[in-house]
Nanobody
Framework: QVQLVESGGGSVQSGGSLRVSCVVFGSFTCSACLGWFRHAPGKEREAVATILTDGRTSYTDSVKGRFTISKDNAEMILWMQMNNLNTEDTANYYC?????????????????????????WGQGTKVSVSS
């Protein structure tokens, strides 16, 4: 059983910064690919940033240069530093872990094809950005 517990998020004005964190509990979690996804009202869920076991990262175009995903393998903590936030970043953010299909979680064109059918999910944390 794998559990993910997110924290962080909150409300900021455009141009501000936030960091979301996710602690991953369970066995063999060091072999999982990890990622942050977001779901905004009226929009489909979107893969924002992913990180593979070898440390390779992938970002959706809209956050490149602004968001940074990182992890601590020893403590199994996943972070995403979000800088220069704008109103389009307002969404519920979810961390996820998967032990299968990790090859789809990485692409030079972004993680939008990440297969999540067998992923484990956190409960989500809300990020609100006002203008």
């Amino acid at each position: 059983q794998v559990q993910l517990v997110e924290s962080g998020g909150g409300s900021v004005q455009s141009g501000g910064s936030l960091r979301v964190s996710c602690v991953v509990f369970g066995s063999f979690t060091c072999s999982a690919c990890l990622g942050w996804f977001r779901h905004a009202p009226g929009k489909e869920r979107e893969a924002v940033a992913t990180i593979l076991t070898d440390g390779r990262t992938s970002y959706t175009d809209s956050v490149k240069g602004r968001f940074t995903i990182s992890k601590d393998n020893a403590e199994m903590i996943l972070w995403m530093q979000m800088n220069n936030l704008n109103t389009e970043d307002t969404a519920n953010y979810y961390c996820a872990a998967s032990f299968v299909s990790c090859g789809t979680w990485y692409s030079g064109q972004g993680p939008h094809k990440a297969e999540t059918q067998n992923a484990y999910w956190g409960q989500g944390t809300k990020v609100s950005v006002s203008s």
